[in-house]
């Protein structure tokens, strides 16, 4: 097998509590995903990124892990896994694992044991300190707001848990710890997965002395994780130990980490991961101070994404690979964010978007619903949200800025956006289950659904379904040198793609409106259109959201 194979690849992320039921108790499973093969197979995808199924008690839905070699109980057994993976790979599709391993659950056995005495064996799988002048012992805010640490009564010391009090981290400091991760990774791959995307891989190692960080205005400050002392010795070690004697896909969740560090992590020699997510291009605007980190963030405006974009095709065009992303388990959806999500531009804008993502270098990655144009979920009370963070996050809210005003930057940039079940038809609960669904499902599910959109030749799934289709066919989509063009048009983002003779021109334009094609651009698009979302393109103007790809020669 070629070893850069997931070069050519794309990604399809399966978020298996809301993707399918198939045993009616209102929570996706494995069986669930085994019979949604066939319609993942259409859409072309090479490879499934699972977001956790291990046991787990599910404080942040999987991302809290108690038994790594087992699988989460509503999820289904170790052999619906088999089963899973073998029809998988019967229809060449990858599977990839989602490895957390930042931290546990308090509930795993190594935690278990860790806290009962301090000279308990496990006690350093974790990170344990004395109270700081009768208090945490510094003053790191958690990622799910309140304190980074939670003062155990048996032993009288803080554990440090960088997300939910359930999220204990592991020291990695410790030998042991790391064995035990290796040893649990070669299980897997002897099992026969094809990758790993790894949990907040860039927060694994911490500087001894834990210094604090930045301050909030809360009390808190943030911590200085990402890219510790040690975190590429380990990762090192790692791909040395584990991941160099696979052809495995490796993908590093990497919050904190810019566009030259991101060369350290999947640099050609660096002997780490093939490529990180990085995160400046879903994070809030730049030109607003926020009070309540991400929840009144200001979106970003399409220059500053472009420009953000742009950053790391370059910073990473010869010694590094971007994964390419606008949605994922944790961030709103995209049309809503970026696109427009009224029934006019909907479709347009999906397309527009997965357009301008697409033809740019490195490995896409497309989230279950992305490809039917799924937009936010539009909850209106607290009772509809399930998420720890949004839920955390909530009472100071409150207190700051009152109730409306939280469930406003909720319907925005709240993770349960992400979350609401995959809406396969128009039958209650969408076809997702025949039970009471965990998470309310999107109302719009009626007409925005699977079903509808594989009888519409013009739906957001079968343009998905063509970008994958040209991505495999073009050598230019996955090698083509990126050029940013009109770098500072207000609506239109345009790049090209140079390889050999070859030269692609993507134009897309973010706006509800026509939009002229600027003069040095519109004299150059000559050849054939590979793809667009609209029937009929013109050389001299954009029409609302479109988007146009032109190959000429
Ligand atoms: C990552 C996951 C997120 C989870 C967190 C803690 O950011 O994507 O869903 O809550 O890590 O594991
Ligand atoms: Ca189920």
Redesign the pocket.
């Known amino acids: 097998m070629n070893q850069d194979w997931w070069k050519n690849a794309v990604v399809y992320q399966i978020y298996p509590r809301s993707f399918a039921d198939a045993n009616g108790d209102g929570i996706g499973d494995l069986k669930g995903i085994t019979g949604k093969m066939e319609y993942l197979s259409k859409l072309g995808i090479d490879v499934i990124w699972l977001?956790p199924v291990y046991q787990s008690p599910n404080a942040?839905?999987g991302?809290?892990i108690s038994d790594y070699q087992a699988i989460m109980t509503e999820f289904g057994t170790m052999d619906d896994f088999d089963e899973m993976l073998a029809k998988a790979h019967s229809y060449g599709i990858k599977i990839m694992m989602d490895i957390?391993v930042?931290?546990t659950s308090d509930e795993h056995k190594w935690f278990l044991e860790s806290r009962k005495s301090k000279d308990n064996p496990y006690r350093d799988y974790y990170i344990w300190r004395d109270p700081k002048d009768g208090k945490t012992p510094n003053r790191w805010e958690s990622?799910?707001s309140g304190p980074a640490w939670d003062y155990d009564e048996a032993t009288g010391q803080y554990y440090l848990h960088?997300?939910?009090k359930k999220?204990p981290d592991l020291n990695w400091d410790n030998e042991k710890v790391r064995n035990e991760v290796y040893k649990m990774m070669t299980w897997w791959c002897e099992k026969g997965v094809d990758g790993f995307r790894f949990?907040?891989i860039s927060l694994i190692s911490k500087d001894p002395a834990l210094p604090d960080g930045e301050e909030y205005g809360n009390g808190y400050t943030g911590n200085n994780c990402a890219n510790g002392p040690h975190v590429h010795e380990y990762l090192k070690e790692m791909n040395q130990r584990v991941l160099s004697k696979y052809p495995l896909i490796t993908v590093g969740?990497c919050?904190g980490v810019d566009a030259e560090q991101a060369l350290l992590y999947s640099g050609k020699d660096s002997h780490e991961l093939n490529m990180i997510f990085e995160f400046e291009h879903v994070s809030g605007s730049r030109h607003h101070q926020n009070k309540y980190g991400k929840w009144d963030s200001e979106p970003m405006t399409m220059p500053e994404l472009r420009e953000v974009m742009t950053k790391w095709q370059l910073q990473l065009a010869d010694n590094g690979w971007n994964s390419l992303f606008l949605d994922?388990?944790?961030q709103p959806r995209c049309v809503s964010r970026f696109g427009n999500d009224s029934e006019e531009y909907r479709v347009l804008s999906a397309k527009m978007l997965a357009t301008c993502l697409h033809m740019q270098k490195g490995t896409p990655y497309i989230y279950q619903g992305e490809e039917l144009g799924m937009t936010n979920a539009g909850f209106t009370s607290m009772e509809q949200y399930r998420d720890?963070?949004t839920l955390n996050a909530y009472p100071e809210l409150k207190d700051g800025v009152g109730e409306e005003k939280a469930l406003e930057y909720f319907r925005r940039i709240s993770?349960d956006n992400a979350r609401t079940p995959m809406q396969w038809d128009a039958s209650k609960n969408a076809g997702f289950t025949s039970g009471q669904p965990w998470i309310e499902v999107n109302p719009n599910y009626k007409t925005i659904n699977a079903q509808a959109a594989l009888e519409d030749p013009d739906s957001v799934f079968y343009y998905y379904q063509k970008l994958i289709k040209l991505r495999h066919e073009y050598p230019i989509i996955v090698d083509g040198v990126y050029e940013l063009l009109a770098a500072n048009h207000p609506f239109i983002f345009a790049y090209t793609r140079t390889l050999g003779n070859q030269k692609l021109y993507v134009l897309c334009n973010f706006l509800d409106d026509y939009v002229d094609i600027p003069d040095d651009i519109s004299p150059c698009l000559e050849g054939e259109v590979l793809i667009s979302n609209y029937t009929e393109n013109t050389k001299r103007e954009l029409k609302p959201y479109e988007a146009v790809v032109w190959l000429t020669n």
Do not use: I, K, T
């Open positions: 977001s942040d839905n991302y809290d957390v930042n931290h990622c799910f960088l997300f939910a999220q949990d907040v969740e919050p994922n388990h944790d720890v963070e993770r």
